[in-house]
């Protein structure tokens, strides 16, 4: 083990793992021994400093295209593979409506290029995929509406600024999109890395368990959540918006009585199709399967429930073409609908990238999961995973008391507030497994990252709007090979 490996090591706090292993990874999913000893969090912040002699924060700002980049088209197409053909379209011409939906749907392609910027060395459990629409509101199990990261994905385990650069790259076009200047967005972007400096460094010597009982309730006054105020109306009509989306309200959006009493999902293609009885009778073995992957009192719950229709929908951008159901359900009586999300898990863009992820967590769908679990404070009480035709799906619920802020609506105030809030949440994500002190050593007291950060976006955006402009004229002329091979 040479210098620098010690030095990365010492600042993740583990040892290094096996061949083919995230290092470290293996002692969040493998046995528990309470006889280790823990690191003092004074000397995991020691070790996270230590890390800027090899890595000095100043590095990561700025990008430069790199001579052998591939043609982020390409990179596209190929994500292409393995989607239903029919859809492919759909996801293309999402795409091209904006430089913010094409970073939205090239995850690809700032996957390669994050692996080729400088990295820390610290290793942790990411999003995979933190860009500004992927955070927004949900229920609790208690009812309550939260702020935290919904999206997972791209979920896996890997550098941690992969996240946080992609979130800033997010900020800065967003407000390009909404007409934001230079200076503007510049500074949206180090209030971003300003929020998530500020977090690690709160979270540092907090206990544990203190820190996974931390929920951000918007409207109660939280400094670092929303604090302009223009920022806690946006978030209380957001939170309003969230209420209503509740199960009996889809049942009004989505289904209709059919004439033998029962319910039936309405057609509304291409987003929301009813399938055959086949693939009915599939996902509903697959439902059945997903239910010994929830707590054993969940299970029981599920029990109460029986299964009234399936349809297919289409969802998001990055999304679009991969397998997603919805399933209508019944408990006691008609005024008691339950909508789960049957939705497939793909490989994670960094996969190929970061290292293998313990065979425990090869499929899919229970990566996903785990990634949820992990990284919100409050995760659906329902989630889980299953296999369908040998492909791997999660299982949630639809849109139960979840709602989200319309980046459109992303500047001013609003803008520097929001992006702040986001870059806090992540820092309590990545927070969640011990991580918290290295990362406060790492990113320090000064503005030095958030500089550092806010380079990097403005370069980056530049380079999103060049592919975007590509792809769409490659879209236009028809010269998109939609499915590769």
Same mark, same amino acid.
């Given at each position: 083990?040479?210098?620098?490996?010690?030095?990365?090591?010492?600042?993740a706090?583990?040892? $290094?793992?096996?061949?083919?292993?995230?290092?470290?990874?293996?002692?969040?999913?493998?046995?528990v021994? +309470?006889?280790?000893?823990?690191?003092?969090?004074?000397?995991r912040?020691?070790?996270?400093?230590?890390?800027?002699?090899?890595?000095?924060?100043?590095?990561?700002?700025?990008w430069?295209?790199p001579?052998?980049?591939p043609?982020? $088209?390409?990179? #596209?197409?190929?994500s292409? !593979?393995? *989607?239903?053909?029919e859809?492919?379209?759909?996801?293309?011409?999402?795409?091209?409506?904006?430089?913010?939906? +094409?970073?939205?749907?090239?995850?690809?392609?700032?996957?390669?290029?994050?692996?080729?910027?400088?990295?820390?060395?610290?290793?942790?459990? #990411?999003?995979?995929?933190?860009?500004?629409?992927?955070?927004?509101?949900?229920?609790?199990?208690?009812?309550?509406?939260?702020?935290?990261?919904?999206?997972?994905?791209?979920?896996?385990?890997?550098?941690?600024?992969?996240?946080?650069?992609?979130?800033?790259?997010?900020?800065?076009?967003?407000?390009?999109?909404?007409?934001?200047?230079r200076?503007?967005?510049?500074?949206a972007?180090?209030?971003?890395?300003?929020?998530?400096r500020?977090?690690v460094? *709160?979270?540092q010597?907090? @206990?544990?368990?203190?820190?996974w009982?931390l929920?951000?309730?918007?409207?109660?006054?939280?400094?670092? $959540?929303?604090?302009?105020?223009?920022?806690?109306a &946006? /978030?209380?009509?957001?939170?309003?918006?969230?209420?209503?989306?509740t199960?009996?309200?889809?049942?009004?959006?989505?289904?209709?009585?059919?004439p033998d009493?029962?319910?039936?999902?309405?057609d509304?293609?291409?987003?929301l199709? %009813?399938?055959?009885?086949?693939?009915?009778?599939?996902?509903?073995?697959?439902?059945? &399967?997903?239910?010994?992957?929830?707590?054993?009192? !969940?299970?029981a719950?599920?029990?109460c429930?029986r299964v009234?229709d #399936?349809?297919?929908?289409?969802v998001?951008?990055?999304?679009?073409?991969?397998?997603?159901?919805?399933?209508?359900?019944?408990?006691?009586?008609?005024?008691?609908?339950?909508?789960?999300?049957?939705?497939?898990?793909?490989?994670?863009?960094? @996969?190929?990238?970061?290292?293998?992820?313990?065979?425990?967590?090869r499929h899919?769908?229970? %990566?996903?999961?785990?990634?949820?679990?992990?990284?919100?404070?409050?995760?659906?009480?329902?989630i @889980?995973?299953?296999?369908?035709? *040998?492909?791997?799906?999660?299982?949630?619920?639809? !849109?139960?008391?979840k709602?989200?802020?319309?980046t459109?609506?992303?500047? @001013?105030d609003?803008l520097?507030?929001?992006a702040?809030?986001?870059?806090?949440?992540?820092?309590? &994500?990545?927070? *969640?497994?011990? /991580? &918290? /002190?290295?990362l406060a050593?790492?990113?320090?007291?000064?503005?030095?990252?958030?500089?550092?950060?806010?380079?990097? /976006?403005?370069?980056?955006?530049?380079?999103?709007e060049?592919d975007?402009?590509? +792809?769409?004229?490659?879209?236009?002329?028809?010269?998109?090979?939609?499915?590769?091979?």
């Open positions: 083990m040479d210098l620098d490996e010690k030095t990365k090591a010492a600042a706090g583990m040892e $290094i793992g096996g061949a083919g292993v995230s290092p470290g990874f293996d002692r969040y999913v493998g046995e021994d +309470f006889r280790s000893k823990n690191q003092p969090w004074e000397s912040r020691a070790a996270g400093k230590a890390l800027r002699k090899a890595t000095p924060r100043e590095k990561h700002a700025g430069t295209t001579s052998d980049r043609n982020p $088209i390409d990179l #596209i197409v190929a292409n !593979r393995g *989607r239903q053909p859809l492919v379209p759909l996801r293309m011409e999402r795409m091209a409506a904006s430089p913010f939906a +094409f970073l939205r749907g090239a995850a690809a392609v700032m996957a390669w290029d994050l692996a080729h910027t400088p990295i820390s060395g610290l290793d942790v459990v #990411i999003d995979g995929d933190a860009h500004l629409s992927n955070f927004g509101f949900y229920g609790t199990a208690q009812r309550d509406v939260v702020f935290d990261l919904n999206d997972f994905d791209e979920t896996t385990y890997g550098p941690w600024e992969f996240d946080l650069k992609r979130l800033a790259a997010s900020v800065n076009v967003a407000a390009r999109d909404n007409g934001v200047n200076k503007d967005r510049r500074a972007v180090r209030r971003c890395g300003g929020g998530y500020a977090n460094k *709160r979270l010597d907090m @206990g544990m368990l203190d820190l009982h929920h951000a309730y918007p409207g109660r006054n939280d400094p670092h $959540i929303h604090p302009a105020d223009k920022s806690v &946006a /978030a209380r009509q957001a939170v309003l918006k969230a209420t209503e989306q199960n009996l309200h889809l049942r009004e959006q989505m289904a209709q009585r059919r009493g029962g319910w039936e999902f309405r509304d293609p291409p987003v199709t %009813r399938v055959d009885s086949a693939t009915a009778g599939k996902i509903v073995a697959g439902l059945s &399967a997903y239910t010994q992957t929830v707590m054993p009192e !969940r299970r719950l599920l029990r429930y009234a #399936i349809a297919h929908r289409v998001g951008v990055g999304s679009v073409a991969t397998r997603a159901y919805l399933a209508l359900l019944f408990g006691n009586g008609d005024d008691d609908p339950l909508f789960l999300q049957v939705k497939e898990a793909v490989a994670p863009a960094l @996969g190929p990238y970061v290292a293998p992820l313990p065979e425990s967590l899919d769908g229970r %990566r996903v999961v785990f990634g949820q679990r992990t990284l919100q404070a409050s995760s659906d009480i329902l @889980g995973w299953t296999t369908i035709d *040998r492909r791997p799906y999660y299982v949630r619920q639809m !849109r139960n008391l709602g989200s802020m319309e459109a609506k992303l500047t @001013g609003l520097q507030s929001y702040a809030a986001c870059g806090y949440l992540l820092a309590r &994500a990545h927070s *969640r497994l011990g /991580a &918290a /002190a290295t050593g790492y990113c320090g007291n000064s503005e030095v990252f958030d500089d550092a950060l806010a380079d990097f /976006a403005e370069a980056y955006a530049d380079q999103t060049a975007h402009e590509a +792809f769409v004229k490659a879209y236009k002329s028809g010269k998109v090979l939609w499915i590769n091979g």
